[in-house]
């Protein structure tokens, strides 16, 4: 615990959020447990703020925008700006509205009870079509944040079923752009073949592995035996 009374402790806060922010940001989630006043300015809105200017300086200067995906507190913005530099590649520019949907979607799939994703896909491509992507764009942008979101999933018993699920849905002839693309299926089916192959008792296996081959055809080799 920090003494309120060292020197430290008699920082005033705005200088410690200067110090905070100049620190990895895996190492916030530790600096933030130290003392109750420290934990204080990492839950205020001040010290995400601050750290959004310092990073990314011209994200303040953008509108909120329409549609279902809420821009959000600055700790969520910070979140959606990270995720869009680090997580989801974009073309070396940095979209706030690309890390917000990332982190829609990854909330939305870590429900007990998951929509189904012709719904999912559906909402973020309206998304981006009412923030004035193209209808190409928009299914190239969903289609990415939908391969990083499974692929930082994390790898546990939810997860497995999820993808399970994912792999079991029936095919949704939907109008391009809301069709859903056939690499995020792939990855789908190469996570459960890869990742979770031991998850799977031997009827299951051979259940989900003749629904990849009813869409994909040849298999590859590493998807073969149980």
């Not at 750290?51 to 509108?63: D, F, H, M, T």
């Amino acid at each position: 615990m920090t003494d309120r009374n060292g020197p430290f402790g008699r920082l005033p806060e705005h200088l410690l959020v200067e110090i905070f922010i100049r620190l990895p940001t895996c190492e916030w989630v530790q600096i933030s447990c130290v003392s109750k006043h420290w934990a204080s300015i990492f839950q205020g809105e001040c010290m995400w703020q601050t750290a959004i200017a310092r990073n990314w300086p011209s994200a303040g200067l953008r509108k909120r925008w329409p549609g279902p995906i809420p821009r959000g507190s600055a700790r969520r913005r910070f979140q959606a700006l990270y995720v869009c530099q680090n997580l989801v590649s974009s073309g070396g520019d940095i979209d706030e509205l690309v890390g917000h949907t990332y982190l829609y979607l990854k909330e939305q799939l870590e429900r007990p009870v998951v929509a189904p994703s012709s719904i999912l896909h559906g909402t973020i491509i309206d998304q981006f079509i009412a923030c004035g992507r193209t209808g190409e764009k928009a299914h190239e942008l969903a289609s990415k944040i939908w391969l990083a979101v499974i692929d930082n999933l994390e790898e546990n018993q939810q997860t497995f079923l999820l993808l399970k699920h994912l792999s079991q849905e029936g095919e949704f002839f939907l109008p391009f752009p809301y069709s859903r693309s056939y690499k995020v299926l792939w990855r789908v089916f190469d996570k459960l073949f890869t990742d979770f192959r031991d998850c799977f008792s031997r009827v299951d296996y051979h259940d989900a592995l003749a629904g990849a081959k009813s869409r994909f055809q040849p298999v590859p080799s590493a998807w073969l035996g149980h």
